[in-house]
């Protein structure tokens, strides 16, 4: 909830630059690496989407560089933990390794973006991590850890991390209209329905 790191400040002009319908951006060189920002953000959900996943993209970024990246990969491992943000949570890790950079002090300096609100796992291990600032774009609302099924960033859970800031509605129209249209085509990693069989 602090809010003392001033890359952290940018990050939340970035949420409310697109948030608000007037211009809250001021600097065109912010709005551009905004656009940047967001561009890789939702490539992600795309990738994912294009290989079979729930589309679903995350960055995590620290000191205005990207330390990881993710999209879903649940199908592809044959793994339901490996959510986007869990795929990138182990590249920050690599990272912090090569730059000899402590997992802590990155982690707690870090935002995420994420095209869905993590869900309950996911939410739980950001706050364990100590990630202060989640911007996330539409809600999760079989599974949202942030205020949709149970508040896991902001409820008051002893002994489990650190409460984190949570800022919906980023990008949330595309984030949607990606969901949309992988549940639209079947899903081909879907277990079969019984419920088909109907005559
Ligand atoms: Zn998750």
């Known amino acids: 909830m602090q809010r003392s790191y001033p890359e952290q400040e940018l990050h939340i002009c970035v949420a409310m630059h ?19 920002l967001s561009c890789v953000l939702l490539d992600q959900a795309k990738e994912a989407m294009e290989q079979g996943e729930v589309p679903v ?3 995590m970024v620290y000191r205005e560089q990207i330390v990881g990246q993710g999209r879903n990969e649940v199908n592809e491992t044959k793994n339901a933990t490996r959510h986007a943000e869990m795929v990138a949570i182990d ?12 997992t802590t002090d990155v982690f707690e300096h870090t935002t995420l973006y994420v095209t869905v609100e993590p869900c309950i796992m996911c939410a739980a291990a950001l706050r364990l ?4 600032l989640v911007i996330y774009g ?14 896991i960033a902001t409820d008051y859970l002893p002994n489990t991390g ?8 980023y990008r949330a129209e ?11 085509q079947e ?3 879907a277990p079969k329905s019984k419920a088909r069989k109907k005559d």
């Open 57 to 59: 993209g995350c960055l």
């Open 18 to 36: 697109f948030l608000s319908n007037n211009n809250f951006c001021h600097s065109p060189i912010l709005a551009l690496e905004l656009k940047w």
């Open 138 to 151: 539409c809600r999760n609302d079989r599974f949202g850890g942030c205020g949709s099924v149970l508040n």
């Open 174 to 184: 595309e984030a949607v209209e990606m969901l949309k249209t992988f549940y639209k």
């Open 129 to 132: 991590l100590k990630i202060p």
């Open 187 to 189: 899903n081909p990693n």
């Open 91 to 102: 590249q920050v890790l690599d990272w912090c390794q090569r730059h000899s950079e402590k």
């Open 162 to 169: 650190t409460p984190f800031e949570c800022i919906g509605g």
